[in-house]
C-alpha cells in the first residue's frame, strides 16, 4: 500500500475534533499530530483521541517536515496569521471559514497558496451533502429551467438568551460581522454552488439583539454547555456584532433572491434552508432533514425525492455512500468533504489548472467579500456590489 497522507490539526475544539474523526473515515490519511494553545491542553486532547503526537506551539507541528497537509481549526481571529504560516511552510491547506477577517487578507492568501502551489480548501461543508450534489447535478442539466428566485435561511438559538457566550462574540476574535461569516457565509456559499451563479449585489439589515451580554469569567469552547446557566460567575460585556441579519441579494444574471440569518431563534438548532424557483420547477431543502428534496409543479402534484443511490443522477452517485433509508448527515458531509480534498492530492492534481470538488480559498475569498459588502450595505444603508 502507498504511504499515508500525514496530517496535523491546529485547534481541537468542536470542529477540529469533527475534522479528526472525517479524516479517520478515509483509509489513506493519518492524523499524526494537533496543537493546541498549550501543552497541557495538547496533550490531553492527543490522549483522549488517540493522536500519537501534541504541540502546546502551532509553530512546531508545521516544522515537522513528516506532516504533509494541515488544518487550521482555530477561532477566526488566528484564520490570517495561522492560514500564511501553514503555506509558507509548504503544506497543503484546509481551513476553516472564514478564511481570514478582511477581503484584503483572503485576497493575500488566495496569491500566496497560487504561488506556492499548494492544495487549498475551505471547509464550506454544505455543498457536500449528497442531495446538495444531486440538486446541482439537477439544475446543471436544466431539470428546473432557469433559476429565477433563491430564498431561505439559516437560523440557530445557541446565543439567544443573554447568558450564552462564546469567543465568536467578540469582534476581537470573531470578526467585524458574527450571524454573517459565521452562517451566512455557509448558506451564500450553498446557494451559489448549487445555482452555478454569483452573489454580486447585496442590500442588508443588521441587528444586534443583544448589545450586552454576560460573560462566564471562565473560557468555554463552542457548544460546551452554556446555555441559560446562571450560577457561573460573570461580566457584563458589549458586543458589536449582529445576532440577526436579512440580505436582498443579486446574482450576476440579474436573478434576485433574499436570506435571512439568527442566532436567536428558539427552536432552530442548524436551520440552514433554501428553496429555488426556476421557470421550470422549484426545488426545496432543509439542513436538518438532509436525505429530502421537495419539488414543487405548477401542473401536477408536488413530489419529494428520497437520498438514494438508486435514484439520483449519476453524477452525483459519488457523493452517496449508503443505500436509500440509510440517512447521512452533517458529520457525513464532513467525509465528503475530506474525501474529495485527500482524493485530490492522492491523485496529485494540479491546485492551479485542475476542477476541484470541494470549497477552495477562491470560494473563501468570495465568501469574505459578500460579508464585506454585507456590512458596508448595512451601514450605507444601500444596495453594495461585492
Ligand atoms: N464548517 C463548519 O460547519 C464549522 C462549524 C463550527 C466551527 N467552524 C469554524 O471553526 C473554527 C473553530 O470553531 P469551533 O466552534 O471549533 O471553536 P472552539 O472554541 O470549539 O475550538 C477552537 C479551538 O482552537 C484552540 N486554539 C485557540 N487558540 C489556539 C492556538 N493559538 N493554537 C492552537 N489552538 C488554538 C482552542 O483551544 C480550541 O480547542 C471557527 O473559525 C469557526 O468559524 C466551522
Redesign the pocket.
Known amino acids: 500500500m502507498d504511504k499515508k497522507i500525514k496530517v496535523g490539526i491546529?485547534?481541537?475544539?468542536?470542529?477540529?475534533?469533527?475534522h479528526i474523526e472525517a479524516v479517520r473515515r478515509l483509509e489513506f490519511v493519518e492524523v499524526i499530530a494537533l496543537?493546541?494553545?498549550?501543552e497541557k491542553?495538547?496533550k490531553h486532547?492527543a490522549e483522549q483521541l488517540g493522536i500519537p503526537l501534541a504541540y502546546g506551539?502551532?509553530k512546531d507541528l508545521l516544522n515537522n517536515s513528516e506532516i504533509d497537509v494541515v488544518h487550521n481549526?482555530?477561532?477566526?481571529y488566528?484564520?490570517y496569521p495561522?492560514n500564511k504560516e501553514i503555506i509558507e511552510a509548504g503544506k497543503h491547506i484546509l481551513s476553516?471559514?472564514?478564511l481570514a477577517l478582511t477581503c484584503d487578507q483572503t485576497a493575500e492568501l488566495v496569491t500566496l497558496a497560487k504561488e506556492k502551489k499548494i492544495v487549498n480548501g475551505i471547509?464550506?461543508?454544505?455543498r457536500q451533502f449528497p442531495m446538495m450534489k444531486q440538486l446541482s447535478e439537477m439544475v446543471k442539466q436544466g431539470e428546473l429551467g432557469q433559476i429565477n428566485l433563491v430564498h431561505g435561511s439559516y437560523l440557530q438559538d445557541w446565543l439567544m438568551y443573554d447568558t450564552d457566550y462564546?469567543?465568536?462574540l467578540d469582534s476581537k476574535m470573531?470578526g467585524k460581522s458574527r450571524a454573517i461569516?459565521?452562517i451566512g457565509s455557509?448558506w451564500c456559499d450553498t446557494v451559489q454552488y448549487i445555482t452555478g451563479k454569483k452573489i454580486v449585489e447585496v442590500f442588508s439589515d443588521l441587528w444586534t439583539v443583544f448589545p450586552v451580554r454576560k460573560k462566564p469569567i471562565t473560557a468555554?469552547?463552542?457548544?460546551?454547555g452554556i446555555a441559560g446557566e446562571d450560577d457561573i460567575p460573570y461580566e457584563e460585556v458589549s458586543v458589536d456584532t449582529e445576532d440577526y441579519a436579512s440580505v436582498l441579494i443579486r446574482f450576476e444574471d440579474g436573478s434576485k433572491g433574499v436570506f435571512t440569518v439568527s442566532q436567536v431563534s428558539a427552536g432552530r438548532k442548524n436551520a440552514l434552508s433554501f428553496e429555488l424557483n426556476g421557470s421550470l420547477q422549484s426545488a426545496y431543502w432543509k439542513q436538518e432533514e438532509p436525505a429530502k428534496l421537495w419539488i414543487g409543479h405548477r401542473d401536477r402534484s408536488n413530489e419529494v425525492l428520497m437520498a438514494d443511490p438508486s435514484l439520483f443522477l449519476k453524477e452525483a452517485q459519488s457523493s452517496i455512500h449508503h443505500p436509500g433509508g440509510h440517512q447521512e448527515g452533517?458529520p457525513d458531509s464532513?467525509k465528503n468533504m475530506m474525501l474529495h480534498f485527500y482524493t485530490f492530492i492522492k491523485e496529485g492534481k494540479d491546485p492551479l489548472t485542475d476542477k476541484t470538488e470541494f470549497a477552495t480559498f477562491e470560494d473563501g475569498h468570495r465568501a469574505m467579500c459578500i460579508t464585506d459588502a454585507i456590512l458596508k450595505s448595512n451601514e450605507r444603508e444601500r444596495w453594495v456590489k461585492v
Open positions: 491546529i485547534g481541537a475544539g468542536f470542529i477540529g475534533s469533527a496543537a493546541q494553545s498549550d491542553k495538547a486532547k506551539n502551532y481549526c482555530t477561532p477566526n488566528l484564520h495561522i476553516e471559514k472564514p471547509n464550506f461543508n454544505y462564546n469567543w465568536r470573531g461569516a459565521d455557509h468555554q469552547e463552542t457548544f460546551d452533517w464532513l
